[in-house]
């Protein structure tokens, strides 16, 4: 068979992503494989470009939006899988030719959700989202560190970021009896570091908030209770319209906001929550719903309210937080991927 040949014939390509190397696998229509080819990654689109319009899979992996982009501007039918959906796909050792044809048999799955491909703004606004949270992440270990220190010298001090904050200058300065010169001047250090930090985190919140402004769905978003700047703009970050969902029920399982199931012999048992899919965003939900059941003076103003406050006195108090997160991310698709204001006929009960 020569290359024009071939190359009109295939169907389906499977693409096992590297750092410098790329291995394809292609495939005809009836999955007999036609293409097996390694070559590097600023090859990719000559060798690509020649093809005709097909279904080209990848793993959902660093880099894969990027290339994904690049190959759907040729015209390819470009879908991102996650890792574990190909894994079954997997015969025999692994190697980067099997992961490839994996990829090729799984992306030809009718019921085989993509992750869809994010743009250069998302990744963007993704990428300051993580950088913050790893900032906040450090600065939680800058001030356990610091308790740990005092404790270690008999001088507990009351839980809260501000008890702390409001504390430490009286600590350092009068209690010289039980804090060495040597534990004061290391105390003081992390201090510094925890100020550094403090700025590093405002200033990517005002990034954030910068970018959320200018964009449509994070303002309809943020007319939402409980859902402000941070997680309208994660939202946003993570699913784009919400497109790849087909109702709200579908992105609320998606973000783990769903009981566990695990049933057999037509017998329904469920557990406790999922917790599968984004862990950042499920986080930041079920924060926007505790912060709601904080101010229950406020229930009747909402939307929610009489379900809310039907449900409060029958359920414990995290149960009903994570009930409320649930309820707050199916509205939340519904006003981003409907294109609709919370406030303008939005019914309580979303699909």
């Not at 291995?23 to 097996?36: C, E, F, S, T, Y």
């Not at 590097?40 to 093809?51: E, H, I």
């Not at 707050?328 to 309580?348: F, K, N, P």
């Amino acid at each position: 068979m020569t290359q024009q040949t071939m190359t009109e014939t295939i169907a389906t390509i499977g693409i096992d992503l590297g750092k410098n190397t790329f291995h394809l696998i292609g495939m005809d229509a009836r999955g007999k494989i036609l293409l097996r080819r390694k070559i590097a990654r600023g090859q990719l689109q000559s060798c690509l470009a020649n093809v005709s319009v097909c279904l080209i899979g990848m793993e959902a992996c660093a880099g894969a939006h990027h290339v994904g982009r690049q190959l759907a501007a040729l015209g390819h039918d470009v879908r991102l899988l996650p890792a574990q959906y190909v894994k079954p796909f997997l015969k025999g050792h692994k190697n980067d030719y099997r992961d490839a044809e994996a990829i090729a048999e799984a992306v030809q799955r009718p019921t085989m959700r993509p992750v869809p491909l994010k743009s250069a703004e998302q990744l963007d606004l993704q990428a300051l989202h993580r950088v913050r949270r790893r900032r906040i992440g450090q600065r939680t270990a800058v001030i356990n560190q610091i308790r740990a220190f005092l404790l270690e010298c008999g001088l507990p001090v009351r839980q809260g970021l501000a008890g702390l904050r409001e504390a430490l200058p009286t600590l350092l300065s009068q209690r010289t009896d039980v804090l060495s010169p040597r534990m004061i001047h290391l105390i003081e250090d992390l201090s510094e570091d925890w100020r550094h930090l403090d700025e590093r985190i405002e200033t990517l919140t005002r990034d954030i908030t910068a970018l959320a402004r200018e964009d449509a769905g994070c303002r309809r978003l943020m007319d939402i209770p409980g859902v402000g700047v941070i997680t309208a703009s994660a939202m946003v970050a993570a699913v784009g319209t919400g497109a790849a969902f087909a109702k709200g029920r579908d992105f609320a399982a998606w973000l783990g906001l769903v009981p566990k199931q695990i049933s057999t012999g037509n017998r329904t048992i469920l557990g406790g929550l999922s917790k599968r899919g984004n862990r950042y965003l499920r986080t930041l939900f079920v924060g926007g719903a505790q912060a709601i059941l904080q101010h229950p003076h406020n229930w009747p103003r909402y939307r929610f309210g009489h379900w809310l406050m039907t449900a409060a006195p029958r359920l414990h108090r995290n149960v009903l937080a994570a009930a409320l997160a649930n309820k707050l991310a199916r509205i939340a698709w519904s006003v981003l991927y409907r294109e609709r204001g919370y406030d303008a006929g939005i019914a309580t009960q979303v699909p």
